[in-house]
């Protein structure tokens, strides 16, 4: 019984974190599709959008999603940001 409060505990955080997560990378993909002057501003909300499901996978101890998010996502995006806005 005590697992069940831990976890319910966490689950308005995650999902709160998850759903704005989904937002962040829908504004990014969208400025990237659009091919703008612009365009290049979506690889910062994919990071926003990664970092925000890391920690919501964390939250939630789901080992599968923290390295989806943590190696995939969060190295894909860096390498984007590097590439579009720092170079």
């Avoid at 069940?4 to 308005?12: A, C, D, F, V, Y």
């Avoid at 969208?30 to 290049?40: D, H, M, N, P, V």
């Avoid at 926003?48 to 190696?71: E, N, Q, T």
């Avoid at 995939?72 to 940001?81: K, N, Q, R, S, T």
């Amino acid at each position: 019984m005590l697992y069940k409060g831990k976890h319910k505990s966490k689950l308005p955080i995650s999902s709160t974190l998850k759903t704005s997560s989904s937002l962040c990378a829908l504004c990014g993909a969208i400025l990237l599709a659009c091919k703008t002057i612009i365009s290049r501003y979506g690889f910062i909300f994919l990071a926003i959008s990664s970092s925000r499901l890391l920690v919501a996978s964390i939250l939630l101890k789901d080992k599968i999603m923290i390295f989806y998010a943590g190696c995939i996502f969060i190295f894909v995006d860096c390498l984007g940001v590097y590439r579009w806005l720092l170079n």
